[in-house]
Nanobody, 123 residues
Framework: QVQLVESGGGSVEAGGSLRLSCVAS????????MAWFRQAPGKEREGVAR????????SYADSVLGRFTISQDNAKNTVYLQMNSLKPEDTAMYYC????????????????WGQGTQVTVSS
């Protein structure tokens, strides 16, 4: 089992920044990728960013490209999501996930999820 604990959410004005953290513990050797997802009320869950924990390769949703950065500190078993130039449409519950990802064929199995941290951006 892998436990994920997110932190860093809050309320900011549009244009502001927040940094989310996700600390992983347990059987992390069973995972090779971590990701951030978000879900706003009445909307489907959306993948925001992903990082392969072995080589640090990252990918982003078009909606956050250039504004959000996912990174990791392997010594601390922590993944971060730096969010800059926040917009009201970024308001959502943000979840950290961990699992096994394949590039070819593309397959992403996120078996472990955190409890979420709320991000609210006011205009």
């Amino acid at each position: 089992q892998v436990q994920l604990v997110e932190s860093g959410g809050g309320s900011v004005e549009a244009g502001g920044s927040l940094r989310l953290s996700c600390v992983a513990s347990g059987d992390t050797y069973n995972t090779n990728c971590m990701a951030w997802f978000r879900q706003a009320p009445g909307k489907e869950r959306e993948g925001v960013a992903r990082i392969y924990t072995g080589d640090g390769v990252t990918s982003y949703a078009d909606s956050v490209l250039g504004r959000f950065t996912i990174s990791q500190d392997n010594a601390k078993n922590t993944v971060y999501l730096q969010m800059n130039s926040l917009k009201p449409e970024d308001t959502a519950m943000y979840y950290c996930a961990a699992g096994w990802c394949n590039v070819l064929p593309p397959q992403y199995d996120y078996n472990y999820w955190g409890q979420g941290t709320q991000v609210t951006v006011s205009s």
